[in-house]
T-cell receptor, first 115, second 111 residues
Framework: KAGVTQTPRYLIKTRGQQVTLSCSPI?????VSWYQQTPGQGLQFLFE???????NKGNFPGRFSGRQFSNSRSEMNVSTLELGDSALYLC??????????????FGPGTRLTVL | GNSVTQMEGPVTLSEEAFLTINCTYT??????LFWYVQYPGEGLQLLLK?????DKGSNKGFEATYRKETTSFHLEKGSVQVSDSAVYFC??????????FGSGTQLTVLP
């Protein structure tokens, strides 16, 4: 079974631009979560989608948004990019997100650099 | 809220040495506990998990035991290899649907 895939793997943007990142979950997984990883803040939760609905959101400004499609693929968008948005963005999918015992499986990440 | 405190790194060991990376947590209820590993330029890979007290998760020679009395989930391996060099993250999942991560521990194993 194919794992979580993320595209693109690398992105370079300039301040003020916007960017869209894509994530395809493991087949059959309907929950997709996004995390931001930076050297200073570590791994921080952005949001979670299940059946096309955002159910949970972390403490990030409104410039960070996302959506999920009927095939469970998800996109996240960052508008008006700032230098501090440079990070590795990780997507994770899972099968039973409401279960405490559920496991999240991660993709390889998208490395975003903002110049 | 939930939190995970992880042993500060970096950790440098010689091949075949014994490894311990400490992890303690704060959570309400009975969370599940995880160790993930991140190799350079890659995402997170699940290494092992435990879902209830006294459970032992194990994989590829790594082990960790869910200790509710000490709220700990320390990662151990009896004999590390150069290929184990990576960043290791302890994480928990409680009643909220997201994972809460520790700060990560960089492990370097020298031949």
């Amino acid at each position: 079974k194919a794992g979580v895939t993320q595209t693109p793997r690398y992105l370079i943007k300039t301040r003020g631009q916007q960017v869209t990142l894509s994530c395809s979950p493991i087949s059959g997984h309907r929950s997709v979560s996004w995390y931001q990883q930076t050297p200073g803040q570590g791994l921080q939760f952005l949001f979670e989608y299940f059946s096309e609905t955002q159910r949970n959101k972390g403490n990030f400004p409104g410039r960070f948004s996302g959506r999920q499609f009927s095939n469970s693929r998800s996109e996240m968008n960052v508008s008006t990019l700032e230098l501090g948005d440079s990070a590795l963005y990780l997507c994770a999918s899972s099968l039973f997100p409401d279960r405490i015992t559920d496991t999240q499986y991660f993709g390889p990440g998208t490395r975003l650099t903002v110049l | 809220g939930n939190s995970v405190t992880q042993m500060e790194g970096p950790v440098t060991l010689s091949e075949e040495a014994f490894l311990t990376i400490n992890c303690t947590y704060t959570a309400t209820g009975y969370p599940s506990l995880f160790w993930y590993v991140q190799y350079p330029g890659e995402g997170l890979q699940l290494l092992l998990k435990a879902t209830k007290a006294d459970d032992k998760g194990s994989n590829k020679g790594f082990e960790a035991t869910y200790r509710k009395e000490t709220t700990s989930f320390h990662l151990e391996k009896g004999s590390v290899q150069v290929s184990d060099s990576a960043v290791y993250f302890c994480a928990l999942k409680g009643s909220a649907r997201q994972l809460t991560f520790g700060s990560g521990t960089q492990l370097t194993v020298l031949p």
